[in-house]
C-alpha cells in the first residue's frame, strides 16, 4: 500500500463534517434509532441515537434484527441496564434487540447509546426483522425489506429506511392474530409495543415534514404569467 492509499480525501462539499452533542441530541429525540447526521448515501456511516427509558408502564419487548451489513454498538451512558457506560461492542448480523434493562419498570433505568450502521458501498442491502414465541422461542414471524441506500440520499428527502418501514412490518404482525400463534406450542403471542420504540412517530413526522419542504417549495415559485 503506497502513502497515497492511506489519506483520506477530503469530505464533498455538500456534504460537510458536521458534529452534534449526542446528549442535546437525544432531548429531542422522536424515535429509537434516530440518525445523528443527514448523511445515508451508499458507503456512509450512519451513527444513530437511543435512549431507553425505564417506567412503571415501559414495555419495549423483544425482536432480532436481521441485517447485512456491520453495526456498532456504543454505551454513551446506562444505568441500571445489562450494558456498561462506555461498553463497545459489534452487533452480530443477526442479533437481539430490547431494552437492555434489567428492570423495565425501574424509573431510574436507562441506556443512551449511539448505534452506527454501515450502509452497503454498492449493490443491495437487505434487512429483516424477525420475532420469536414468548412461551417457546420458535420463531414466529419473518420479514425482510431492502434497505439499499439511494445514490446522495439525504435524510431529508430519503427517510432512514431501517426505522421508517417498522411500523407497516410489525402491523402485519399486529393485527393478524393467526400471525401470532405459535405452530409450535400454540400460544398466542401479544402484540408488539412499536410505539415504545417512536418508529410510527419517527415515520408520520418523516413524511410530514417532506409534504411540508414540497409545499414551502410550490409557494416560492415565481408566479406564472
Known amino acids: 500500500m503506497t502513502e497515497d492509499n492511506r489519506v483520506i480525501p477530503p469530505p464533498r462539499p455538500d ?14 429525540s422522536n424515535t429509537q434509532l434516530m440518525p445523528l447526521f443527514p448523511y445515508l448515501h451508499p458507503g456512509a456511516m450512519v451513527p444513530a441515537g437511543a435512549m431507553i427509558i425505564g417506567g412503571a408502564q415501559a414495555d419495549y419487548g423483544h425482536f432480532f ?35 437492555f434493562l434489567k428492570r423495565e419498570n425501574d424509573p431510574e433505568s436507562f441506556a ?3 448505534i452506527t450502521q454501515h450502509q452497503a458501498e454498492s449493490g443491495p442491502q437487505t434487512e429483516a426483522c424477525s420475532l420469536r414465541c414468548e412461551r417457546c422461542h420458535e420463531e414466529i414471524y419473518l420479514k425482510e425489506f431492502d434497505a439499499t441506500p439511494p445514490a ?3 435524510e431529508g428527502d430519503h427517510p432512514f ?16 392474530e393467526t400471525r401470532r400463534v405459535c405452530t409450535k406450542c400454540g400460544h398466542v403471542n401479544r ?11 419517527y415515520t408520520s413526522q418523516s413524511v410530514t415534514a417532506i409534504a411540508g419542504r414540497q409545499a414551502l417549495a410550490r409557494a416560492t415559485r415565481p408566479a406564472t404569467k
Open 112 to 114: 443512551i447509546m449511539v
Open 65 to 99: 434484527h436481521h441485517n447485512t451489513q456491520d453495526e456498532v454498538v456504543l454505551a454513551l451512558a446506562a444505568n441500571g441496564a445489562v450494558l456498561g457506560t462506555g461498553q463497545v461492542f459489534v452487533g452480530a448480523r443477526i442479533h437481539g434487540v430490547n431494552s
Open 152 to 154: 446522495d440520499a439525504l
Open 161 to 176: 429506511v431501517s426505522v421508517a418501514v417498522l411500523p407497516e412490518l410489525f402491523a402485519d404482525f399486529n393485527n393478524d
Open 191 to 201: 402484540p408488539f409495543p412499536v410505539t415504545a420504540w417512536g418508529w410510527d412517530r
Open 15 to 28: 456534504r460537510p463534517p458536521l458534529k452534534v452533542n449526542v446528549f442535546e441530541a437525544m432531548q429531542h
